[in-house]
């Protein structure tokens, strides 16, 4: 699972063009007592001047090779869970390997680089919630370091952004080389909490409590009175011909089973809106699953049962990789008996095609 993504090598130029420069304010201060020397040693004529200035200039120019130097040969690995969700903090494993046989590594700081969209949008990759430091990586030796990473979208990451930075040996000039790790990444949508929708989680849970606790149409067997069971089941012809109380027992009807539906046809106007159902999906659909309800997941043209047919994470996956597209009339319910949910940005088709049992959340009572 392990991928490197090299520095040098085949990668050797795009490593060059990477590389930038900043000059700290140490640096600032330091090159212009340069010049405040070299003036003093043209208007003196002193020789030791000279020398001196000579000497600073000498100092600056080894500061930034040795500092290239530091960062050259290196290595980074990034690994995540294999599931992750848009929002949350996850713990990730990042590596950094010194090639270099002899020469060891000082200072080197490793920081996910945040880009955006066009326009200044959201943040497109990988969020580390704090910058690695490695004080010394050895010639030939590998350091892991495990660092808090957020996603902030759903969907598939192919780049993640890192950046090495170190301002070794005397901080007058600080370089950084960005690299991009090519691995994929398939991030599900948030599953965190969403308001007003804990209380539709205890009224679905409450449903399936008492349909499940309720007494089903098949007669099963007689059996003793328990303590504190309901009269009304008390078979009282039994009852008289053993002398004690005997009752009527049912067979207990088949688990409630949830559908969920997300309807896709909705106008781009929406979008946004489209966005946040998803969230509200995957949170209920993951919530659901967690308390061991059997959740049958449909959307336009797709269908999944689950525990039969797979985990959770084959509808999260669904929901991190979906988009809205254009669809013909909305299919109807497939199971009479189910407990129906129903997102869509047309209530009124749905209404139509036999939905009337479902809770439908649309704009306007789920609103973004």
């Known amino acids: 699972m392990a991928f490197w993504k090299r520095l040098r090598g085949a990668r050797g130029s795009l490593w060059v063009r990477r590389m930038r420069y900043r000059i700290t304010r140490g640096g600032v201060l330091f090159t212009m007592a340069i010049l405040v020397v070299m003036l003093a ?5 002193n020789n030791l001047l000279f020398l001196v200035a000579a000497a600073m200039m000498a100092t600056l120019l080894v500061s930034g090779l040795i500092s290239r130097l530091c960062l050259a040969g290196l290595e980074l690995d990034f690994i995540v869970p294999e599931h992750v969700s848009a929002g949350r903090l ?12 002899l020469m060891p590594s000082f200072s080197i700081r490793v920081e996910g680089v945040r880009e955006t969209a066009a326009g200044g ?29 957020r996603f902030p979208r759903r969907g598939t990451y192919r780049e993640n952004g890192f950046a090495f930075s170190t301002g070794f040996p005397f901080g007058f000039l600080e370089k950084s080389a960005r690299v991009t790790l090519r691995r994929e990444n398939v991030v599900y949508p948030s599953i965190q909490p969403k308001p007003g929708l804990e ?14 606790r309720g007494l089903g149409k098949d007669f099963y067997r007689i059996r003793p009175y328990e303590a504190l069971e309901s009269a009304r089941h008390v078979d009282w012809k039994a009852t008289a ?17 949830i559908e969920i539906f997300l309807d896709r046809d909705l106008p781009h106007s929406l979008d946004a809106w489209f966005e946040h159902a998803i969230d509200c999906c995957a949170f209920l659909a993951w919530r659901l699953s967690s308390d061991g309800a059997s959740i049958h997941f449909r959307s336009n043209g797709y ?20 988009y809205p597209q254009g669809a013909t009339a909305p299919e109807g319910p497939i199971e009479e008996s189910s407990y129906k949910l129903v997102f869509t940005a047309s209530p009124e088709k749905f209404t139509s095609a036999g939905w009337m049992e479902a809770r439908i959340l649309f704009p306007g009572n789920l609103p973004a």
């Open 121 to 149: 949008g959201a943040a497109l990759g990988p969020q580390l919630e704090s910058g690695i430091y490695f004080p010394l990586i050895a010639g030939g030796a590998t350091v892991e370091e495990t660092v808090q990473v």
């Open 41 to 45: 040693a043209v208007f003196t004529t």
């Open 90 to 101: 996850v713990p990730g494993r990042l590596a950094v390997r010194n090639q270099k046989w």
């Open 303 to 322: 269908s999944f049962r689950q525990p039969e047919e797979g985990d959770i994470y084959t509808i999260l996956k669904y929901l991190a990789l979906v």
């Open 241 to 257: 011909h053993v002398g004690a109380l005997q009752v009527r027992e049912f067979a207990r009807e088949q688990e409630r089973r």
């Open 199 to 212: 209380d539709l989680l205890l009224g679905i849970a409450g449903e399936i409590e008492t349909h499940n």
